[in-house]
């Protein structure tokens, strides 16, 4: 059984930081892309950041120089350092990895979630 737990969420002030963590159990993170999502109140989740399967990074403009992700492979945990953060950033956060799909390779739209975590900035 695949899960994702994320954790590290939290209230900071503007211009603080949070370091939030994915540990996955059940599947290896490296095995196809993973990466990070945000869901603020009524909009729609957008992708923040992302390693694809050949290790490339990803990061949405808004979070370009504030963002960073990395992943300790033998832990296969994810993690989102934020800096300098913004009321903006408000939002659940989810962790997420790319399902497998046939013959080696993964699908581009079927994913396992994590049940997300709160991230709250005060001005």
């Known amino acids: 059984q695949v899960q994702l737990v994320e954790s590290g969420g939290g209230s900071v002030q503007a211009g603080g930081s949070l370091k939030l963590s994915c540990a996955a159990s059940?599947?290896?993170?490296?095995?196809?892309?993973r990466g990070w999502y945000r869901q603020a109140p009524g909009k729609e989740r957008e992708l923040v950041s992302s390693?694809?399967?050949?290790?490339?990074?990803t990061y949405a403009e808004s979070t370009k120089g504030r963002f960073t992700i990395s992943q300790d492979n033998a832990k296969n945990t994810l993690y989102l350092q934020m800096n300098n953060m913004k009321t903006e950033d408000t939002a659940v956060y989810y962790c997420?990895?790319?399902?497998?799909?046939?013959?080696?390779?993964?699908?581009?739209?079927?994913?396992?979630w994590g049940q997300g975590t709160q991230v709250t900035v005060s001005s």
């Open positions: 997420a990895a790319d399902r497998p799909a046939i013959l080696n390779t993964c699908s581009l739209s079927a994913r396992y």
């Open positions: 059940g599947y290896s993170l490296s095995r196809c892309g």
């Open positions: 390693i694809r399967r050949d290790g490339t990074t």
